[in-house]
């Protein structure tokens, strides 16, 4: 059954203010990161990616920093809006090809 | 709207019944994934079909058979299934097996077992 108790970590800001959301990993092999939002009801959604020989990479009103050393992973959303209220997870690609392994998830509520 | 497409989006059943859960995609990707996610946890890898071949099966009980009839198709056939199993089952595909492929997921289905 489910675990008693059991809370997603929850990061609160305000409508227009940045986000960052952040991801620690355990295997330094991992050579490849994604982050995907999920939204209630529904699948998660790629936001954007990170290859381990890149430190930084940007999209649209989002970037990703990988910090190899301290294995951390973080996300930056930019001029945060209600529908970027989510659960969002990173995941990581840790050996095995086509085997991602999902981080435990961060929801993001945004307030107004 | 995502492009990988999953039915049932809701499946109610017994513990003798058997059902199947469908999904497909036509991205012309050529890696298929089928994910189980409780609540408030991450989704975790069950099955991973690569050309149309089972290439990884995550100590999956024999309970849940995962079919890929051709590269747009995956299937997962369910018998016997426990009142735990009630999760989200969620499909994903990508453009090729290999590391460094994003994958792209379905809304999936939520399977409740009486």
């Known amino acids: 059954g489910e675990s008693v108790g059991l809370h997603l970590p929850t990061l609160s800001v305000q409508e227009g203010d940045n986000s960052i959301i952040n991801c620690a990993y355990s295997?330094?092999?991992?050579?490849?990161f994604i982050w995907y939002k999920q939204e209630s009801g529904k699948g998660p959604q790629f936001i954007i990616d990170?290859?381990?020989?890149?430190d930084k990479r940007q999209g649209q009103r989002v970037t990703v920093l990988l910090n190899k050393t301290v294995k951390h992973l973080s996300l930056q959303i930019a001029a945060t809006q209600p529908g970027d209220s989510a659960v969002y997870f990173c995941a990581e690609n840790t050996g095995t090809a086509s085997k991602l392994t999902f981080g435990t998830g961060t929801r993001l509520q945004v307030t107004l | 709207d995502t492009e990988v497409t999953q039915t049932p989006k809701h499946l109610v059943m017994g513990m003798t019944n058997k059902k199947s859960l469908k999904c497909e995609q036509h991205?012309?990707?050529?890696?298929m994934y089928w994910y189980k996610q409780k609540a408030k946890k991450p989704p975790e890898l069950m099955f991973v079909y690569s050309y149309e071949k089972l290439s990884i099966n995550e100590s999956v009980p024999s309970r849940f058979s995962p079919e890929c009839p051709n590269s747009s198709l995956l299937n997962l056939h369910l018998h016997a299934l426990q009142p735990e199993d009630s999760a989200l089952y969620l499909c994903a595909s990508s453009q090729a097996p290999a590391r460094n492929q994003p994958q792209h997921f379905g809304d999936g289905t939520r399977l409740s077992i009486l």
């Open positions: 295997n330094s092999a991992s050579d490849y």
């Open positions: 990170i290859r381990s020989n890149m």
């Open positions: 991205m012309g990707h050529r890696a």
